[in-house]
């Protein structure tokens, strides 16, 4: 059982910048590919990004040249750093873990989730 733990969520202005955290245990090293997805209020959970086992990344385009996502094995931990944040950008964000290990940004994809750490993004 992986357990997965987010952190660095916040209130920011639109153009400011947040780095989420996800710390896995126990450690996983480089064998499962991991998610950033998130869920807005009246609104479905959407895949945001994603990196796979060998290091490749992916991201829907509403999130391309701003958000990146990125892995320190030796930490067990996954980030996501935000810039020029949006108000749309606004919404629970969770990480996820996956056994399989190609990139897939699809929620049944992934076997763990942690709790989710709130962004708010203010106009």
């Known amino acids: 059982q992986v357990q997965l733990a987010e952190s660095g969520g916040g209130s920011v202005q639109a153009g400011g910048s947040l780095r989420l955290s996800c710390a896995a245990s126990?450690?996983?090293?480089?064998?499962?590919?991991m998610a950033w997805f998130r869920q807005a209020p009246g609104k479905e959970r959407e895949g945001v990004a994603c990196?796979?086992?060998?290091?490749?990344?992916e991201y829907i385009d509403s999130v391309k040249g701003r958000f990146t996502i990125s892995q320190d094995n030796a930490k067990n931990t996954v980030y996501l750093q935000m810039n020029s944040l949006k108000p749309e950008d606004t919404a629970m964000y969770y990480c996820?873990?996956?056994?399989?290990?190609?990139?897939?940004?699809?929620?049944?994809?992934?076997?763990?989730w942690g709790q989710g750490t709130q962004v708010t993004v203010s106009s």
């Open positions: 996820a873990a996956s056994r399989l290990p190609a990139l897939s940004l699809r929620q049944h994809a992934y076997d763990y």
């Open positions: 126990p450690y996983t090293g480089s064998s499962y590919s």
């Open positions: 990196i796979g086992s060998e290091g490749s990344t």
